[in-house]
């Protein structure tokens, strides 16, 4: 059974940083792509970045752009997302996915991320 | 670039078929095929539905359709259930890398 396992969330102050990591398990880690999609209180779904199977990673919306950075390390079934520069409009839930092509396939149940002083 | 568009809500009630639309553009949903859509109950993380506009996953009623005609995008739900209110999510690649969500239809089962 594919399960996925976000930690690393919490409150920080703006311009603070900070890194989730997303546990995989129950699928061949290294053959999927993996993206992050975030959903802010009360509202809907956005996507956030997603890197391929080997590595390469796909575009940012503009929100995000030169502050979130993705990662990942096979070795330990690991998805990263390194976020810099955090802003209030970042607060949300950030969700980890497994990705088929261009759909999210499996999602985990999330982290929540509060940018806040 | 904006969200694609979806109503905010529709409804109906049990047994009937209701469907969601999902308007992009030439550039995204006109110009790919893939569009998927996500269920979300409250609480609670987003699921898969359908994928690559009418591709059904393993485990999701047949109920569950999709399709696409140009620049539109959409969900039939059949033989509603009271278990089927929830909000429902598409998805787009649009292009470069990139996608993007439509802004979630809340469904009411009357």
Not at chain 1, 67 to 92: C, G, P, V, W
Not at chain 2, 9 to 37: A, E, H, L, N, R
Request: hydrophobic share 30%.
């Amino acid at each position: 059974e594919v399960h996925l396992l976000e930690s690393g969330g919490g409150l920080v102050q703006p311009g603070g940083s900070l890194r989730l990591s997303c546990a995989a398990s129950g699928f061949t880690f290294s053959n999927y792509a993996m993206g992050w999609v975030r959903q802010a209180p009360g509202k809907g779904l956005e996507w956030v970045t997603g890197v391929h199977a080997g590595g390469a990673k796909t575009n940012f919306p503009d929100s995000v752009k030169g502050r979130f950075t993705i990662s990942r390390d096979n070795s330990k079934n690991t998805l990263y997302l390194q976020m810099n520069s955090l802003r209030a409009e970042d607060t949300a839930v950030y969700y980890c996915a497994s990705m088929q092509g261009w759909t999210f396939e499996y999602w985990g149940q999330g982290t929540l991320v509060t940018v806040s002083s | 670039q904006s969200a694609l568009t979806q109503p905010a809500s529709v409804s109906g009630s049990p047994g009937q078929s209701i469907t969601i639309s999902c308007t992009g553009t030439s550039s995204d949903v006109g110009s790919y095929k893939f569009v998927s859509w996500y269920q979300q109950h409250p609480g609670k993380a987003p699921k898969l539905m359908i994928s690559e506009g009418d591709k059904r996953p393993s485990g999701v009623s047949n109920r569950f359709s999709g399709s696409k005609s140009g620049n539109t995008a959409s969900l039939t739900i059949s033989g509603l259930q009271a278990e089927d209110e929830a909000d429902y999510y598409c998805c787009s690649y649009v292009g470069s890398g990139t996608l993007m969500f439509g802004g979630g239809t809340k469904l009411t089962v009357l």
